[in-house]
Structures are given as C-alpha cells and as structure tokens.
C-alpha cells in the first residue's frame, strides 16, 4: 500500500488550523494535525516543501522506519516545527493503518485499557464571583475535573481568563475561547509575579469552600515563576489538594525542578512546549515532574509520544496531554485513542471547539458524565470536509506576550 498522495489543508473556521491529508494507491485517506499556535506557516512550507516529495510513493504501512527516516534524513533535528510535520505524518498513517485494518486505532495500539478518559475543562474569572459561575457552568457540562485560572487585583488582562479573550474585529465572536488574536502584532498583556503569589491561594481556599474536597482542581502557573517562587506557590495550595500545578517554571532548565520539589508536594505538570523524549530525560529519570503535559500534535506523533509515556511510566509518571481548542479535532482524537491504550493514563485536557470548526472536521467521539471515548469508527474517527475547509482561508494571528510593570518583556 503505497503513500499516492499529499495534501496540506490550512482553514481557519474558529481559528488557524494545519491538517496533512495523505491518500494511498488503494483509496485509504489519513489525517494529521500540523498546527502550531501562532506559527502555522511554519509548518506549512516544512510540510509541502520538503517532507510530502519524500513521502510519495512510500509504503504506508512502515510507520517507525518512515518515522525515524523523517527524524534523522534531515540532519536538523528536533524543535516545534519539525516534530509538529513528523507528527503531522506519523498520525496520518496510523489513521491510515486502522482504516485498512477496519479498526478504531486504539485497537491497534493494544486495545482499550479504560473504559473512557477523565478530562478536565477550563474555568476562569476576573473575580471571585465570576470564576464560581465558571465552574458551575463547566459542571453543568459534565466536567469532573476543572482548571481554575484567575484574575489577579491590580493586573488588566492576563492568561486564562475567557472573559478577558481578545474578540475578532466588527465580529463580537471570540476567537474560539483561545487566547490568539487574529491580526497584525500580539497584544500586550501585564504581569506582577508577587501580586500572583499573594492572591493565587486565596482564591481556591474560596474554591475549596465554595465547592467541597472531592473536585479534582488544576491550575496553569504558564512558565511565569522563577523556581523559589515556584516552589513557593506549591507549598502555599497544598491545603487545597490540587490535581497538579502545571508549567510552574520554565523548564528549559530541568534542574529547577529539584528545587520545586524541595518545597511542596504538590503534582507537577510539565512538558506543553517540550518535543521530544530528550526534553523529559532527566525530569523523568529524577523524578521531578508527575504528568508528561505534551499534545501528540507537537511531539512527534503517536510512535514518539508513546515512547515518552512509556519511559515515564517506569516512574509512576503519567499521561496529561495538552488538548485546548489548538489542538484540532484531528489532534484531540490521536490523544484520545493513545489515552485509552496505555496503561499510565492522568487526565486529558478538553476545550470543546466551534461549531465551524465541527463542521469542517466531523467527529466520533463522545463526551459523557465527564468522560471522552474517540469512538468506535475504523482509525481515528475524524474526516475532513475539503469543501468546508475551503470556505475559511489563514488568518494572521498571534498568541499575547507580557510585560512587567517596568516595561521588561516576561514570560507568558
């Protein structure tokens, strides 16, 4: 079964979306999602102009060897762009494979390990008040788990908030509940680190009591701490029995991480801007993180992030895939069956996408009493509509940066 065909789709119904659609000699189509927030385009030219000329005429059945030839033929390894495209393909044969086999892909990967995944959703508020109605709403929806971001006293707009997302110009529709802006430059966002540290607490003590012990709350520090004020934050929530705090410090530099975990024993996530296994070696070997936070969609693929987590899994480390509304319902759907195969499975992060968007790409799935399935369709369960896509050209857009008080660029 040969590789006949390859197609990169850009369309933009909710937001900027990257899909390779690869087609072979007998009639079988695969997808795989290729988008990188903000830098789309990237991935695009990566994609159509030097990795679809070396894919025509492969055999599709050979996902590891197409896999590693793609990884090490170019020399350049590694970083978001070339992981996003080789995921990008990885996906797409998997899609493919299951197709041909005339089984969901989860089958393929060893079966079901659950009967269906835990995810969490997004509840955030500018006040107190409006984070409560937040996360009623979100239980209304069926969450069982629910990230808590919130606004801080003295700071305009920060990452999180839904209520503080950017809205698309003479349209009044948010940019699907993501925080890019579609245009020209990035908005500008303010950040006061000890600001964040005196009020952060305060706010799920109100949770705590306002919605009782059992609920699994999260919480997205986004890089913004430096590792005492990291470990710091940990120590002051561990009253509230939080499910993780996510991305407490930059993690470029793994040994912070020890000195975060000197200090509190709250569960650590790391790993949204990570690629590959060699950013998680050593956090992993020592120990240092409890869920692997990396989306199938920029981490190689399906082949590679199942060699992260099973490494991760000889240390009791689990599964916490990213899975917002950048993620396209290609993406979600490959998390989805790799989540349900392995046995080291935490949670999966869940934004429900736009009608535009579930249009364009049909899905299988399910979402009951808090619970996702990817469905019981031959591969992964998603189909594009070409004509659909069609109708929604790129748009420019940009995920915010920060600026201190002082006017020094931070990390957002």
């Known amino acids: 079964m040969r590789i006949d065909r390859a197609d990169v789709v850009v369309t933009s119904p909710d937001r900027n979306f990257v899909t390779l659609r690869l087609e072979t000699d007998?009639?079988?189509?695969?997808?795989?999602?290729a988008?990188?927030?903000?830098?789309?385009?990237?991935?695009?030219?990566?994609?159509?102009?030097?990795?679809?000329?070396?894919?025509?005429?492969?055999?599709?059945?050979?996902?590891?060897?197409?896999?590693?030839?793609?990884?090490?033929?170019?020399?350049?390894?590694?970083?978001p762009v070339t992981?996003?495209?080789?995921?990008?393909?990885?996906?797409?044969?998997?899609?493919?494979?299951?197709?041909?086999?005339?089984?969901?892909?989860?089958?393929?990967?060893?079966?079901?390990?659950?009967?269906?995944?835990?995810?969490?959703?997004?509840?955030s508020g500018k006040s107190t008040e409006e984070l409560f109605d937040s996360v009623r709403k979100h239980q209304a929806e069926g969450y069982k788990a629910i990230r808590i971001q919130t606004g801080v006293p003295g700071l305009k707009s920060?990452?999180?908030?839904?209520?503080?997302?950017?809205?698309?110009?003479?349209?009044?529709?948010?940019?699907d509940h993501e925080p890019a802006q579609r245009g020209a430059s990035p908005a500008e966002e303010d950040w006061d680190t000890r600001s964040y540290l005196r009020h952060v607490p305060t706010v799920f003590e109100a949770v705590r009591n306002e919605f009782g012990p059992e609920l699994p709350l999260l919480h997205d520090g986004h890089h913004r701490m430096t590792p005492i004020q990291a470990a710091k934050l940990g120590k002051s929530l561990e009253p509230y029995d939080l499910f993780w705090l996510e991305d407490?410090?930059?993690?470029?530099?793994?040994?912070?991480?020890?000195?975060?975990?000197?200090?509190?024993?709250t569960p650590l996530a790391i790993g949204e801007i990570f690629n590959t296994v060699w950013d998680y070696q050593q956090i992993i070997?020592?120990?240092?993180?409890?869920?692997?936070r990396s989306a199938v969609t920029h981490t190689g693929g399906i082949t590679h992030l199942r060699k992260v987590l099973d490494y991760a899994s000889q240390y009791q480390i689990k599964s916490g895939m990213h899975g917002p509304t950048d993620i396209s319902p290609v993406g979600m759907?490959?998390?989805?069956?790799?989540?349900?195969?392995?046995?080291?499975?935490?949670?999966?992060?869940?934004?429900?996408?736009?009608?535009k968007t579930d249009q364009t790409f049909r899905q299988s799935f399910t979402w009951q009493d808090g619970m996702l399935h990817p469905g019981t369709q031959p591969g992964l369960g998603v189909e594009l509509d070409i004509d659909e896509a069609g109708k929604y050209p790129y748009q420019q857009a940009y995920l915010p940066y920060n600026r201190l008080a002082d006017g020094t660029v931070h990390d957002w």
Request: proline fraction near 2%.
């Open 248 to 265: 407490c410090t930059p993690a470029e530099n793994p040994e912070a991480l020890r000195l975060v975990r000197q200090h509190t024993t």
């Open 333 to 355: 759907a490959a998390a989805m069956h790799l989540g349900l195969s392995i046995h080291n499975f935490g949670i999966q992060e869940y934004m429900k996408h736009g009608a």
């Open 83 to 123: 992981m996003a495209a080789i995921a990008a393909v990885d996906v797409a044969l998997w899609d493919i494979k299951a197709k041909a086999a005339g089984m969901p892909l989860y089958q393929l990967l060893g079966g079901a390990s659950r009967t269906g995944l835990l995810a969490y959703g997004h509840a």
């Open 158 to 175: 920060i990452y999180g908030i839904a209520s503080n997302a950017t809205f698309e110009a003479n349209k009044g529709s948010r940019y």
């Open 26 to 33: 007998e009639g079988h189509i695969g997808l795989g999602d």
């Open 285 to 292: 070997r020592e120990q240092l993180i409890d869920y692997v």
């Open 35 to 79: 988008t990188l927030n903000g830098r789309e385009l990237a991935v695009v030219s990566y994609l159509r102009d030097h990795v679809v000329p070396l894919l025509l005429g492969r055999d599709a059945h050979n996902i590891e060897d197409t896999w590693q030839f793609l990884y090490r033929s170019a020399y350049w390894r590694r970083g």
